[in-house]
């Protein structure tokens, strides 16, 4: 039987053989919530950038700038991490390159994988139907908060261990965690995830109709997938 692990942070990525699998990476609040709905509306790819120079010169090639720092909108680029941002005609058949304090970080350190997805309550399903339909074993890889864990992130590696368990078997107590905090929240996942340090602290920015946004299942039938160095939706 494939086996599914959870890494609850990029600092602990180390730990995880990412060879021959296939790596979902999750920033539920917000990054990864961001790239879905922006595929899904029709952005052409969406580029993942470590550093915010980097960025300043994709925007030179014609990308579109978006991203934050601290969950602070970047000054210079064009967008910041909103997923409403993404919904805009203006977005509509372009390029972007996203920096993130965590999401787009965990993208690049899940570079040794054979494959790598993204990963949110948006598309909870398409993902899993994805791996169902895959032959690898899978590593979800939380974005966190800085190098810690968060507790959005866990409940969706939760929430897809969940919809995997028939095929896909869970092994390794972060694993067990995360399935056993969705279990235990499955029927108020908003309110157990406004608790979380990660949503009051954007909370304070007022952008509380993000965060609840960003809690809804399945509202996406996308599964953007690397390629090179852009996502695409496959």
Known sequence: MRTIEVCLTPELIHQHSLKGKTVVVVDVFRATSCIVT???NEVEAIRPVGEVEETKELGKKGYLMAGERGGIKVPEFDMGNSPFEYQSEAVKGKKVAISTTNGSQAIIKSADADEIIIGSFLNL???SSYLLQSKSNVVIHCAGWKG?????????????IDECAEEIDPTGDSALVAHQL??????NLLGIAK???????LAGFGIE????????ENEYQVVPKLVGEELISV
């Open 182 to 187: 969705y279990i235990g929240n499955h029927e």
């Open 125 to 127: 399903e398409s993902v």
């Open 38 to 40: 922006g595929l899904a």
């Open 195 to 201: 608790q979380s340090s990660h949503a009051e602290r």
């Open 148 to 160: 810690t864990p968060n507790l959005e992130d866990t409940l969706f590696a939760g929430a897809l």
């Open 209 to 216: 109709e993000d965060l609840e946004f960003c809690m809804k």
